[in-house]
């Protein structure tokens, strides 16, 4: 962002709050560059977990957990039901929030990780997956995207389709 959207001006970086923030000189806006919030879902099947394969940058042809960017005024769990069906054609219910973390490294979003309690339907790849499975522990893939997700699936195979404990910090 190099102008500022309400005037124009071209924008400056000061510091508020202790950080650096890109801002205008000339009138009240400020870039605050928050984190956008995404779902991921674990959602267990035939012993296994529900993977899908990327079809999209970053992560061509890996596989992850499915979900992604929340729309405007969803709630949460709408947001996780929603990205399942439409990446996997399974129709979910929640069972919870296993915990919401951020990745680091300068990717600026926040994934909240939910369980599914159960789930229908036949498994159909959407529009941003070429391929969608369930895989058991042994199957797993090597090529599984993001290291928060990898934990979270790690996580889930070790305490035998329960989940638990909390995730290590990975920042
Ligand atoms: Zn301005």
């Not at 000061?14 to 991921?40: L, M, Q, S, Y």
Request: charged letters at 25%; glycine letters at 8%; hydrophobic letters at 40%.
């Amino acid at each position: 962002m190099k102008s500022c959207p309400l005037c124009a001006s071209p924008l400056t970086t000061v510091e508020i709050g202790g950080r650096e923030r890109v801002a205008c000189p000339r009138c009240d806006f400020v870039h605050w560059d928050n984190p956008k919030p995404v779902t991921a879902t674990l959602v267990p099947l035939d012993s296994g977990l529900v993977l899908v394969k990327r079809k999209f940058e970053p992560f061509v042809d890996w596989w992850c957990l499915p979900g992604g960017f929340m729309e405007h005024s969803e709630d949460p769990e709408e947001s996780a039901i929603r990205e399942v069906l439409e990446e996997t054609g399974l129709s979910i219910e929640i069972d919870r929030l296993l915990g919401a973390h951020s990745p680091g490294r300068g990717i600026n979003v926040v994934i909240l990780f939910y369980l599914a309690r159960s789930a229908s339907g036949r498994l159909v790849p959407g529009d941003d997956a070429s391929e969608v499975r369930a895989f058991r522990r042994h199957e797993l893939p090597d090529n599984v995207a993001f290291e928060l997700h990898r934990q979270m699936i790690e996580k889930w195979f070790e305490g035998n389709g329960s989940f638990v404990g909390t995730l290590p910090d990975v920042t």
